[in-house]
């Protein structure tokens, strides 16, 4: 038996191994009338009995025939599975579709698949397919689910093979599998502005003027499609082909989700624990600053960027913000607690230019660790900072931080050195913080103005 799509079929090798492997094959049922044709032949030779004896072989080589003749039958099976999706959001469904096809020119006998799952993932699904005829196809599909994100390994697929009679079942196993990737929950957010922001948002992106005179034009080679009126003649002649003014040079506006990763931030675990929503809420920022038009990073405690590719780090636009996305993504999907005890890395990482808008997902915060946090907020045009309350995460409440407490007092270092910090209790929307957020910098700004006023 021969397989395709996900994989070739592990054949058993040698003579002997093939006839053990027949042998181990053999149902209760084949087991059973192997003994009673045993049993049958002895008492016939003890006795004399003849006819017994006809009796007992013919008990006896029916299932030992069953066997060689499922053994011996070579099908030619390939096999196919597609995941709908191949990303999901953690608590949502997706679907499993196989496909066999036989591809030999021999009716196969009843099939029965069975395809290994991780058991975060729901059973495993078995299926019964009835007679497939030469270059019959049959499709069966099958849905899992997991609240936990991660990546999980679906396949391979076994194929068990059983005679008419029921004597003997043998199991095939293909080589391949593929890879289910659980993402985080993604929470829709508003589309506000965060006011007093000094790098713009959204619809105000930048555009910096690339032809300012005559020397300064910036040329690029001609591409089909593009106005023959901006042909720069002069190019075209010192470069020997089309070159066109590049007449305006988009700047997308940039945004820093920053998530603290460490062990000693956070306490409990599981699909409700205070680090699973950090992870949510920076996959929900992330996507929503992408939806807004923004070239985004994520960075971690640590001092990594995703994607991390280019003299910046930032997704790169067009095509290019589709793949970063998803390798963003999938990164979250699998990101676990850090060993560091320090925000250092990620303000080296961040010191290193004025970054746009910073975002940042925190743990719990020491006086060291808050003053670091404090000294981002000088090279990002605008900085939102949720703090997860350890009180009310340990407790199970959400109970409001008493004044003057380490939790508020870290949250006033943070506002007072420019940051919009919001405190996040146990079961808080993302959402509503969100707009909290850009409220509060709305209001930030209106003081500053009449200040100045």
């Given at each position: ?21 027949a042998l181990a094959g053999l149902t209760t049922r084949g087991r059973s009338f192997l003994a009673a044709g045993i049993a049958a032949a ?87 397919l009835d007679r497939v005829e030469p270059g019959g196809r049959r499709e069966v599909s099958y849905r899992v689910r997991s609240d936990l ?297 209106a003081v500053s103005g009449e200040a100045m006023g």
């Amino acid at each position: 038996m021969s397989a395709g799509g996900t994989g070739q079929a592990e054949p058993d090798r040698g003579e002997a191994g093939g006839v053990r492997t027949a042998l181990a094959g053999l149902t209760t049922r084949g087991r059973s009338f192997l003994a009673a044709g045993i049993a049958a032949a002895i008492c016939a030779y003890v006795l004399g009995q003849s006819d017994l004896l006809r009796v007992g072989l013919l008990l006896a080589v029916l299932p030992l025939l069953c066997a060689t003749v499922l053994y011996r039958t070579r099908y030619r099976v390939a096999a196919t599975r597609r995941l709908a999706p191949a990303r999901v959001p953690a608590g949502s469904e997706a679907r499993v579709h196989l496909r066999m096809d036989n591809v030999s020119r021999l009716p196969t006998g009843l099939l029965m698949l069975q395809d290994r799952v991780p058991y975060v993932l729901g059973p495993r699904p078995r299926f019964v397919l009835d007679r497939v005829e030469p270059g019959g196809r049959r499709e069966v599909s099958y849905r899992v689910r997991s609240d936990l994100r991660g990546r999980y390994p679906l396949g391979p697929l076994q194929l068990r093979l059983t005679d008419p009679f029921g004597m003997c079942e043998l199991t095939r196993s293909f080589s391949a599998f593929d890879t289910l990737t659980v993402i985080p929950r993604v929470e829709p957010l508003a589309p506000v502005r965060f006011s007093g922001e000094a790098k713009g948002y959204g619809d105000g992106r930048q555009r910096s003027l690339a032809l300012a005179g005559e020397d300064d034009v910036i040329p690029r080679g001609y591409r089909y499609g593009d106005d023959l009126r901006r042909v720069h003649w002069r190019s075209t002649a010192r470069y020997g082909e089309l070159m066109v003014r590049r007449e305006e040079q988009p700047r997308r506006s940039r945004c820093t989700v920053l998530l603290d990763t460490r062990g000693g931030a956070y306490e409990g675990a599981g699909p409700d624990s205070a680090f699973e929503w950090a992870v949510s809420g920076a996959a929900s920022a992330l996507v929503h600053m992408l939806e807004r038009g923004f070239s985004v990073r994520l960075l971690t405690d640590g001092g990594s960027a995703v994607p991390g590719e280019g003299g910046d780090g930032f997704a790169g636009s067009g095509p290019e913000t589709a793949d970063a996305a998803g390798l963003m993504m999938d990164t979250l999907a699998v990101i676990d607690h850090s060993d560091g005890t320090g925000l250092s890395r990620a303000y080296d990482v961040l010191r290193g230019g004025n970054e746009g808008l910073l975002v940042a997902f925190l743990g719990d915060l020491d006086e060291e660790q808050a003053t670091t946090v404090a000294k981002m907020s000088r090279r990002s045009g605008g900085a939102v900072a949720f703090v997860l309350d350890p009180d009310t995460w340990v407790r199970e409440t959400t109970d409001v931080p008493r004044p003057g407490d380490r939790h508020t007092e870290r949250l006033r270092l943070l506002r007072e050195a420019g940051w919009t910090a919001l405190s996040v209790p146990r079961g808080a929307s993302l959402n509503a913080l969100w707009q909290q957020a850009d409220r509060e910098r709305s209001g930030l700004a209106a003081v500053s103005g009449e200040a100045m006023g």
